[in-house]
């Protein structure tokens, strides 16, 4: 875990987010792949590549439910914000 930031130092690394929203994103930079589900739903890929940049996991009717994240070596995993 850095200070603004947290990252896989060897293998990949696991994030599940629960939530009460409409919609979630969340915050991530450096290089490699994200993979999520919501809700045990489909998996769905986020290719990184870059300096810090927002990305929606989900936009629907306000809900409470949870999100898994797989998080590759490389990628930077800076914060959640929820609408």
Known sequence: M???????????AR?????????ARVVLAGKGTVT??????????LDVDGTPN??????EAVTSGTVDLTVSPGVEVYSFTFG
């Open 54 to 59: 927002s990305h929606q996991l989900l936009k």
């Open 15 to 23: 994030i599940r987010l629960n939530y009460t929203a409409a919609e």
């Open 36 to 45: 999520f589900t919501v809700d045990g739903g489909a998996t769905q890929t």
């Open 2 to 12: 850095e200070t603004q930031y947290a990252t896989p130092t060897t293998d990949e």
